[in-house]
């Protein structure tokens, strides 16, 4: 969306005292995720509140993950074999910044993550991510335009919202794993990654190509 950032400036923002405020007000809860072998274990914790949006990253990395061709999964491999086993994601509905999520370098993590940490002696990386703006984000400039009128279903709106969830997730991980590496480039590495599976699930589910695919593919082409 216009002015809206990526998910990750490299820079992390404390979360000011109004989302405080609004997690002790609301309570928060927790919800241990075991997605598939190469991705690590995934602890969600968020307010009462955001229920569906913890229930949305489950179903993006119990399901969506899984359910990939090899070929996708592979573009993420070099990144998920240096991963810590346990990342903890705190989960918001918007981030201050406007960012979609950020990574937590060493020594900004929350008592959480810090308290799991010393009790399990587990290596643990933390994230946060902005579900609700994620929701609303467009990786792709006018890729909402590309789809074509079979794909205008509520499966599409929430499988598009899954996968966003998903690509901003690997997005902070590549980030967790290699900070020195630039946002050009983990941000491309991501938005191929979206591109490409959302491509192919409008093919498996609707016969038709994705427009912005068929695109590029002209443009290469050419």
């Not at 993006?60 to 998920?80: C, D, G, K, M, V």
């Not at 990342?87 to 020594?107: A, E, F, K």
């Not at 308290?115 to 990786?139: C, F, K, N």
Request: aromatic share 8%; net charge neutral; glycine share 6%.
């Amino acid at each position: 969306m216009p002015g809206r950032k990526g998910p990750n400036q490299n820079t992390y923002h404390e979360p000011g005292i109004l989302w405080r405020t609004y997690r002790w007000l609301r309570g928060s809860e927790q919800v241990l995720v075991r997605p598939a072998a190469d991705l690590p274990l995934v602890l969600i914790s968020y307010a009462k509140a955001d229920r569906e949006g913890a229930e949305r990253l489950r179903a993006a990395l119990e399901n969506i993950w899984l359910t990939l061709p090899h070929l996708f999964r592979q573009q993420y491999a070099s990144i998920l074999k240096s991963v810590p086993p346990l990342v903890v994601v705190l989960l918001r509905r918007q981030n201050i910044c406007s960012c979609l999520g950020h990574r937590h370098p060493p020594g900004t993590e929350s008592r959480l993550t810090r308290r799991l940490r010393s009790l399990s002696g587990v290596a643990t990386g933390e994230m946060d991510l902005a579900y609700e703006a994620i929701r609303q984000w467009e990786p792709l400039p006018l890729s909402h335009l590309a789809l074509p009128p079979e794909a205008d279903t509520e499966e599409m709106t929430s499988f598009q919202w899954e996968l966003a969830l998903l690509a901003v997730f690997l997005h902070e991980m590549h980030h967790l794993v290699s900070p020195e590496e630039s946002e050009s480039a983990v941000r491309g590495r991501s938005q191929k990654f979206y591109t490409d599976t959302l491509a192919h699930f409008v093919t498996q589910h609707f016969g038709v190509e994705y427009g912005l695919r068929r695109a590029e593919d002209s443009t290469l082409a050419g």
